[in-house]
């Protein structure tokens, strides 16, 4: 099974600032990654897919990036509402996997 | 609008067995493969099963392979999970989510908002 790793597990920023968070995979999953956010008792919610592409209605201050094993979602100036768990997840091959997260918080 | 809605979790033994179901409205049903997704509490995000739009094809991780079974009714536009010989590792929300088209094994948008599964004597 692909194993995805994310960094850092938890990510401490103000308002306004950049954050760029890390995906990496066991191996190429070429470009068939997705990244979803998830906030305290909430469900999940697709921000981005196949590396790059912006899902319908998310912000432009999201954005993907990467390819093969190494991947970016970058938030170009949190806003109070991006302050969540952040996860990756591959489909290139079965089983469908996800990474462990990393956590948005308010620095 | 499109809407998945979670129903059937519950307090469960060991050893027991429990059906979820996921009612989906605003869309062609048969038109979109779907899954299950599950968090343990505090934990992260795992993959449990998908079907296809036909539900032709079934996939299953193989931590609940022989013990889950997914399955569609697309006359009533309702996704099913029947689970069998829970155990404590079983205890998480179960998460409904559609995938882009028929097949199986895209990216999962959109998401129900969960059914607690809690597996205890």
């Known amino acids: 099974e692909i194993v995805l790793t994310q960094s850092p597990a938890t990510l401490s920023l103000s308002p306004g600032e950049r954050a760029t968070l890390s995906c990496r995979a066991s191996q190429s999953v070429s470009s068939y990654l997705a990244w979803y956010q998830q906030k305290p008792g909430q469900a999940p919610r697709l921000l981005i897919y196949e590396a790059s592409n912006r899902a319908s209605g998310i912000p432009a201050r999201f954005s993907g990036s990467g390819s093969g094993t190494d991947f970016t979602l970058t938030i170009s100036s949190l806003e109070p509402e991006d302050f969540a768990v952040y996860y990756c997840?591959?489909?290139?091959?079965?089983?469908?996997?996800f990474g462990g997260g990393t956590k948005v918080d308010i620095k | 609008e499109v809407q998945l809605l979670e129903s059937g979790g519950d307090l469960v033994q060991p050893g027991g067995s429990l059906r979820l179901s996921c009612a989906a409205s605003?869309?062609?049903?048969?038109?979109?493969?779907m899954s299950w997704v599950r968090q343990a509490p505090g934990k992260g995000l795992e993959w449990v099963t998908s079907i296809s739009g036909s539900a032709d094809a079934t996939y299953y991780a193989d931590s609940v392979r022989g013990r889950f079974t997914i399955s569609r009714d697309n006359s009533k536009n309702t996704l099913s999970l029947q689970l069998n010989s829970l155990s404590a590792d079983d205890t998480a929300v179960y998460y409904c989510?559609?995938?882009?088209?028929?097949?199986?094994?895209?990216?999962?948008?959109?998401w129900g908002q969960g059914t607690l599964v809690t597996v205890s004597s």
């Open positions: 997840q591959q489909r290139s091959l079965w089983p469908l996997t």
């Open positions: 989510a559609r995938h882009p088209g028929i097949i199986a094994g895209k990216w999962f948008d959109p």
């Open positions: 605003g869309f062609t049903f048969s038109n979109y493969a």
